[in-house]
C-alpha cells in the first residue's frame, strides 16, 4: 500500500518534468466564503488536471523492459490525456480505451497526445474484454485511475506541495474527489508533512458515495454514474486502495449542488483568473457556500478541461 | 534612472508579497506556432495583471512620512487597482481618479480594495485639475502608471523571474505593451541575466505608437486612444523614461489584429486554463500568428481582467 516513502519517490520522479501549480488568493473570495481561502490550482498542471501526477509516478516507476512495451488505460477524460502524455514523454505507446461516444475533442486530445485511441461501443462492447485481449496481445500494463498505488503516491505529490507552499495551519483541504486517488494521496502527505491540515472530500448531490462511505465506514456505492456536469468526479463508489487510507484520515465529505460548481466557476475566473472546469470547481463550491467553519481554508482546483458552451453556463452566473 | 539594481533592490521588496506567476506550455499551442511557446502566466499575479508589481514597488519605496499621507493615481484599469490593493497592504490611503463612465465593475473593484474613488466627468473637467488639487491639500503622492523609476524597477521583477525560471537561450520575449513600464523593465532585467533574451513589444493595429517608435528611433504618438478591446495596453505614445530604454534595448515591434487577440484569449482558455484579457493576450497572438522565426519564443500574458461578455466573444471563436 502507498505510504508517504512511496510518495517521496513519486515526488522525485515527477521533479524535472511536473509544474508546481501555485497557491491563488483573493480577498473578494475570502468575502464570499466568510474566511480565508487558499486555492491550488492544479487545472494549470500539465494536461489540465493533476491526473498527470499518477500517470508519470505510475509509467516511471515500471521496470523498463516492461515499460517499453507500452500501457493502457480506461478513461475518456483526464486520466487518458494524463497517462498519454506522461507515455508520449517517455517515448512509450500507450493505448486508451474510450468509448464511441465520448466527445470529438477528448478523442482528439489523446490522440494528438500520441495515444492509440480504441473506440468501443458501451451498448453492445464490453470495455474490459477489449483491453484484457489487447494488453495480453501486446503485454501492456494496465494504469488504473486511483486504485493503483503509484497513481495515489503520484497524486500525494500535490500534498507535499501544499504542505511546503503554505504556511496555514489548522485548516481543512477540500479536495474534489471521485474514486479518491488525490484525495487519499493528499491525505498521506499531509500525514506526515502538515498534520495539523485535514482533507475532506468534495462531491455533487446525488453522487455522494465518499461521503456516506465515510460516514457509515464501510464502501457506498452511487445509484447511477451519468447524468452530472461535474464527469471528471463520477465514479461508481471509492477504491479499494483508497477508502482505508480516507477512513482512518479524512473528515466528513462536502455535498455541493452543480449549481454552486457554476458559480464557484465564475468566480475562479472572475478573481484568480484560471479556468476550472465543473468537476474541478466542487471543492471551491464547498468553501464558498458550505462554511461550516471561520477557519482558514484550502482547496484543491483539480481540472480545467470544460467545453466552451459550459464555461459559458458557467459564466452566465455572474452576468 | 531605473537601472538593474533598483529592479533587485524592488525585488527585495516585493518578495514577501508578490505572487511568482508560473511559465506554462502546451504542445497543442506549440503546434500552432510552428515553435516551442512559453507563457508567464502575469494574469494569476494579485488584481490580475503585473500592475500590482510597480504599485508595490513604488508606495514600498517612499519615505514612510511621506507614505502615511497616501498615494493617488489616475486610472480605470489595471494600474488602479494594483496600487489600491498594494496601498491597502500597506495600511495607506489610496485615491484614484476615475472618469464617471468607467466601467462599474472596475470602479467597485477599485472600491473594494480600499481605495477612495473620484469620479470626474471627461466631457467637462479636467482630471489634471482634479489631481492637482487633491493631491495638494493632501500631500498625496502621484504614482504614474509607466513614467515613474520605481514603477518600472517593481516591472522589470517580472524580468528577473523569467530569466530565473527558464533554460531558454537566444529567444524572443513578447510582452503586451502599452506606455512601455513593464516593457522597459523587463528589457533591463534580461540584459543583465540572461543577454540573449530580447524583449520585442504586442501591440493592437492602429495602436501601434511602439512599435513606430522604434522603428524612427523617436517617440510617436496614437491618432486616438479609445475604440479597441485592448483597452490595457492602449496609451498615447510610450513614456519619456522608457521609450529611451526600449530604443535601447528592443527589437523591432509586433503587430496583431483585435481578432487574433480573441482568438489567443480563446487558445489561453483553452490549452493553458489561464484567463486573459484582450489587451494581455497580445503578445501570444503575435507568437500565434505572427512567427518570423522557428525559434523558442516567451510570452507575458500580461493581465486577465476582462468582462464575462467579451470573454465569451473570445469562446466564439472556438466553439
Given at each position: 500500500v502507498t505510504d508517504i516513502s512511496m510518495i517521496r519517490a513519486a515526488a522525485e520522479r515527477l521533479a524535472p518534468v511536473v509544474r508546481k501549480t501555485p497557491i491563488l488568493n483573493s480577498p473578494f473570495v475570502d468575502e464570499i466564503a466568510g474566511r480565508r481561502v487558499f486555492v491550488k490550482?492544479?487545472?494549470?498542471q500539465h494536461t489540465g488536471s493533476f491526473k498527470f501526477r499518477g500517470g508519470w509516478s505510475a509509467i516511471s516507476a515500471m521496470d523498463e523492459e516492461q515499460r517499453k512495451n507500452g500501457v493502457i488505460a480506461f478513461s475518456s477524460g483526464n486520466h487518458a490525456q494524463g497517462v498519454s502524455m506522461a507515455a508520449k514523454m517517455h517515448g512509450i505507446p500507450a493505448v486508451i480505451i474510450m468509448p464511441s461516444n465520448a466527445p470529438k475533442i477528448k478523442i482528439e486530445n489523446t490522440k494528438a497526445l500520441g495515444a492509440e485511441v480504441v473506440l468501443y461501443d458501451r451498448a453492445t462492447e464490453s470495455r474490459d474484454e477489449i483491453g484484457a485481449r489487447i494488453s495480453a496481445e501486446r503485454k501492456l500494463q494496465l494504469i488504473k485511475p486511483y486504485d493503483n498505488q503509484y497513481v495515489i503516491a503520484g497524486q500525494g505529490t500535490c500534498g507535499l506541495e501544499i504542505a511546503e507552499q503554505t504556511n496555514v495551519k489548522d485548516a481543512d483541504v477540500l479536495v474534489c474527489c471521485g474514486g479518491g486517488g488525490l484525495t487519499s494521496g493528499i491525505a498521506l502527505a499531509l500525514e506526515a508533512e502538515a498534520p495539523s491540515l485535514r482533507v475532506r472530500p468534495c462531491e455533487p448531490e446525488g453522487f455522494d458515495d465518499v461521503a456516506r462511505s465515510l460516514l457509515t465506514g464501510a464502501i457506498q456505492t452511487n445509484n447511477?454514474?451519468?447524468?452530472?456536469?461535474?464527469?471528471?468526479?463520477?465514479?461508481?463508489s471509492p477504491g479499494e486502495l483508497t477508502f482505508p487510507i480516507l477512513n482512518r484520515l479524512s473528515g466528513p465529505g462536502l455535498v455541493v449542488t452543480e449549481e454552486e460548481c457554476l458559480r464557484a466557476m465564475a468566480i475562479a475566473y472572475e478573481r484568480l483568473k484560471i479556468v476550472v472546469e465543473p468537476g474541478g470547481a466542487a471543492a471551491l463550491a464547498a468553501a464558498l457556500f458550505h462554511s461550516d467553519s471561520d477557519q482558514d481554508v484550502i482547496v484543491v482546483?483539480?481540472?480545467?478541461?470544460?467545453?466552451p458552451a459550459m464555461f459559458t453556463r458557467a459564466l452566465d452566473t455572474i452576468k
Open positions: 490550482a492544479e487545472c494549470l447511477h454514474v451519468d447524468g452530472s456536469i461535474c464527469d471528471a468526479i463520477i465514479t461508481p482546483a483539480t481540472g480545467g478541461n470544460v467545453d
